[in-house]
């Protein structure tokens, strides 16, 4: 996979193994093997307290405004929650892309989602898989992201996604978490705070957007 078919992530596919690729074990262990088919399975040797403690991640190039399309195939040994977020690859880890927490199963699986870079253009923003917390396997292929160029995402996946749940980390400066609509309004400012709060949870909502953490410039 290139930027020249439209591709993002570049050896999504794995058909390269797990070259450009990073494995983060920051308070467990695990292990990735790629020999297979163009496919990841992941050996979780000490999962650790939490998601952040193992990650498998990469990055990638986002231009503000534009919209994409993410999507990757997923299954485990046995059902699990897995947490899948694109975001700033500094300190503060600012959401780009509202971070998923996706219900796996036994069996492969497709997910999908659409969403608009709303802050600067990042060359390097961090597209990562957190596993810790959990000691179940799970295998990984067809990672994508690509332009949407209007198009709507692939798939019945919503009953497998829990869009508005999990933990952001705030920002080291004043933020906002900002509630827009699938159009880019914003609709409500959710929570917000002075900065080096440390780990908070993202509010349960029954209405359907795009939760932003956004950094505060005074």
């Not at 019945?156 to 920002?171: E, L, V």
Request: glycine share 10%; hydrophobic share 35%; charged share 30%.
């Amino acid at each position: 996979m290139s930027e020249e078919n439209g591709e993002l992530v570049e050896n999504g596919d794995f058909s390269k193994g797990i070259s450009g690729w990073n494995i983060g074990c920051w308070k467990g262990k695990f292990s990735a093997d790629d020999n297979f088919d163009d496919e990841v399975s992941f050996n979780i040797v000490e999962p650790g307290t939490e998601a952040w403690a193992l990650q498998f991640y990469r990055t990638v190039a986002l231009k503000e405004g534009e919209s994409y399309i993410f999507s990757m195939k997923a299954k485990a040994e046995q059902p699990r929650t897995l947490n899948v977020n694109i975001k700033k690859h500094k300190e503060d880890y600012v959401p780009y892309a509202n971070g998923r927490i996706i219900d796996l199963s036994t069996e492969w699986q497709d997910y999908s989602w659409r969403f608009t870079m709303k802050d600067a253009s990042d060359s390097a923003a961090l597209l990562s898989f957190d596993m810790g917390g959990n000691g179940t396997g799970w295998s990984l292929k067809d990672v994508s992201l690509q332009l949407s160029n209007g198009e709507s995402v692939k798939g019945n996946f919503s009953r497998r996604i829990q869009k508005n749940s999990g933990y952001f980390n705030s920002p080291s400066e004043p933020w906002e978490l900002r509630f827009y609509s699938a159009g880019g309004e914003l609709l409500e400012v959710l929570d917000k705070g002075q900065g080096g709060e440390g780990m908070r949870a993202y509010p349960r909502i029954d209405r359907s957007g795009i939760i932003v953490v956004k950094e505060i410039k005074k």
